[in-house]
C-alpha cells in the first residue's frame, strides 16, 4: 500500500506521533518515549512518558503549546492503530478543534514513515553519543534529549534552514550547544567556606529546557544537579562509575518545544559575560570555548 502523500505547505498541516521503547533502564522512572514530528519543517519533539497510557494527555498539552508558540492551527495528527490514541478526551479535543486524525493500518509501518526514519536518526545519534561519553543506557532520555535539540538547530539541505527557524521564524540561538558527556565544573553555591572547594566536578547531560543553563551528573553525589556558572573540560570525557548501580534525585525537566530558549543578541552577549565571570571558581579549567565565543564576536562587528 501506498505512503500517506499529503504535502504539508505550513508548520501545522501534518504532524506525525510515534513511541519508542520501552527502555528496561532508566533513572527517572521514564519507559517511553513519545517522538512528534512537523512534516513542514522537520522539527521534532522528544516527550518522555512513564508509560503509554500517557501519551494521549502529553499529545495533547504539545499540540496546544504547539499552536500557541507557532501562531498556526493543526490540521492533521498521524498515529498508529494503538489504543493510547483513541482515548475519548482526545478523541474529542480533536473534534473540538477541527483535527484530522489520520490512524495507520496495523503494520504498515511505512504508511507514518518519515516519522519512523526519524526516530531511527535519533537512535543512532543516542547510540553514538552515549558510547563516546563512556555513557551507560540509563541516561538514555537526556542522550535522546539532547540529540533532538541538537537536530532542531541544525540546517537541513532541503530549505537550507533549521527546522527551529521554519517554526519560530527567528534565528535559534546556540549559545548554550556543547558537546555531550564532557566533564565539566560547576559553581558550588553551598560552599562559602574558605578552605572548601568553590566547584564541583560534574558531567555534562545536555540543556536545560525551561531555563538558561545545563543539566549535569554529578557522580560523586549521585544525582542530577543543573547549573549556569560553569565551565566546560571539552578535552576530556569523564568514565562513569557502573558499580552498583545508579539510584538518582531526580529534577523536573520541560518538553523539547520550549519557547524559553529564543534569546536575542544582547542576551546572548549578557550571558557570555556570566560564562567569563565564572572562570574565578574554577581556575584550573581549561577554556576552550573563548577562542570560537571570540571568533563570533568579532564577525558580528564586522
Partial sequence: MPASRQVACAPGDVISVDLMGPFNLFLDKFSYAMIILNHFSSLLAFLPLKAKSDAAKHLKEWLVQFVNIAHTTVKRVRTDNGGEFTLSFLLSFFKETGIIHERMIPYEHHQNGKVEQKNRTLAKAERLMMIRANLPPTFWTY???????????????????????AV????????????????AFIHNMTQ???LTAKATEVIHL????????????????????????????????PQI???GGIKLKTIKLKNLFDNSLICKMKEQDEYFHLLNMSRMYCNGAT????????????????
Fill in 168 to 183: 519560530i521564524k527567528q534565528k535559534p540561538s546556540l549559545s548554550l550547544l556543547c558537546v555531550f558527556g564532557f566533564k
Fill in 287 to 302: 577554556t576552550n570555548y573563548h577562542r570560537p565565543l571570540n571568533g563570533w564576536k568579532l564577525a558580528r562587528r564586522n
Fill in 206 to 237: 545536555g540543556v536545560v529546557q525551561d531555563s538558561q543553563g545545563w543539566v549535569f551528573f554529578d557522580q560523586a553525589a549521585r544525582r542530577l544537579v543543573r547549573g549556569a556558572l560553569v565551565i566546560f573540560r571539552e578535552d576530556m570525557f
Fill in 241 to 243: 562509575n557502573k558499580a
Fill in 192 to 194: 562559602q567556606k574558605d
Fill in 143 to 165: 542522550t535522546l534529549r539532547q540529540a533532538a535539540w541538537v537536530f532542531n538547530r541544525a540546517l537541513h539541505a532541503k530549505d537550507n534552514i533549521t527546522p527551529y527557524e
